[in-house]
């Protein structure tokens, strides 16, 4: 099995790398926003260039079963305020992939959200009719529907809340909660909404289990608790020993942000349950797993 990753340098793309690797015996390629990295080397690739990666991809020596689509841009914030980024990072990478996967006969495993829902009456489950409130969720409904009209063998993977250990400078919401309780900084949290943190770990294993099962459809992978982002916080800081009394309430519309976020959202994995046995770490286990990984990576 060739299995190539877009995103790869992202925190979803390094964890399906190493989880996947840890599961089976398959070959695995990744695709960066500029190069394609196989077993034989580095090879320039403009990710938004259906020629590019054929022409990267003969170039390696190098044909992929299955294309696990992790690459993203989503800033919410900045996907609101920079549309056409946006729409390129998220839909149009997308359509690449598709033909990519046709001209290969490839299985697209697509990466999506519950941000393309409304939050209005959540949680959700795979068969709910979307109806994004934001920019980002319309790239990414749009980024679903491309792959559903491509006729290409098909899993849209619907997942929320990611959090986990994964090397450079991007800031996840326990990272960045980490960072300024351990500073003694007060910060801001949203009372008002609510999802289901999950673990990179478990999803990437999912993501293993739904390639290896050869499932196909919309499935929700997600935490199994659903809180607030208020009690996620809170929940980061007892769980690391930081001082929750930094923590400070806000309701969504006092923070004034660019795009409106889905409030009371959330996914059910009823389906992923039945399908593959899915089974997710609670935070408090997640938080440990996260802080251990850290530690080995700066062992």
Partial sequence: MNVLITGAEGQLGQTLLRVLRRESEWSFAAITRSYLLTAEGVFPVDPLSKTSWRQALATAGWQPNVIINAAAM?????????????????????????RIARIFDSKVIQISTDYVFDGASGPYIETDK???????????????NICAQSAVPLAIVRTMWLYGHSIGPKMSFVRWVRQELSAGRTVNIVSDEFGNPTLLDDLAYAVFKIIDKNISGIINVAGEERMSRLEFARGIAEHLELDSTLISPVTNAELHRAAPRPLQSGLLTIKAKSLFALHTRPLKHGLMITKTLEQREED
């Avoid at 914030?77 to 997308?94: G, I, K, P, V, Y």
């Avoid at 979307?130 to 679903?144: S, V, W």
């Fill in 74 to 98: 989503t800033n919410v914030d900045r996907c609101e305020s920079n549309r056409e980024e946006a729409w390129q990072s998220n839909a149009q990478l997308t359509e690449t992939v598709t």
């Fill in 130 to 144: 979307p109806n994004p409130i934001n920019y980002y969720g319309k790239t990414k409904l749009a980024a679903e």
